[in-house]
């Protein structure tokens, strides 16, 4: 399994996203959550139809699997200006020196690896971001579909059950499968221009 935030790049913001809205808040935290999300990013037509068409493929291979509380986990490299930006910087996960040197190397000969590219990973492990006038910015965006081991068994249907009791069943994380996969495709289309 690929960590998401395979990068030679600094991430800057992490989201956490699901599609639900109560207690979906971390504003201080390193990862943010749902109601912290306040932007549309924007990217290529061909990039934003491709993601959004893969996420609703895997959305529908985890209903089907009876899974739900899985995520999309992104991450936003800011570029600075300085051209020597090329070294690993992760304010949010702390590394040993022995772990980095493992993923440098890692990089380096996925690097030299056959050329056969995930649309989503051309930019450094992620998708440039457009900038206002629509051409590729400097940003970066990392994203990945995460937390998807959590069957929508007895214990997720209790769950569901008493704090429905106290909240409105919609705002709840915990759904079933078909109506989390329909509401976490929806609330993707809402991330994107």
Known sequence: MLNVFISTKEINEIYD???STLGRSNPNGSVKKDLDWKKKIALP???KDELLKQIENDAMFLQQ???CDY???IGIHHASDDPDQSELHNDVFSESENQTQQMNASVELSKRA???VPFYTTEDGGTRILDENGQKGNDIIFFGIIDYLTDYGLNKKLERFFKSVATDANQLSV???DQYAKRFCEFMKTLFL
């Open 17 to 19: 996203l699901k599609g």
């Open 45 to 47: 037509k061909d990039i």
């Open 65 to 67: 699997s009876s899974i």
């Open 71 to 73: 995520s999309l986990l």
């Open 114 to 116: 056959p050329k056969r």
């Open 175 to 177: 759904a079933p499968p």
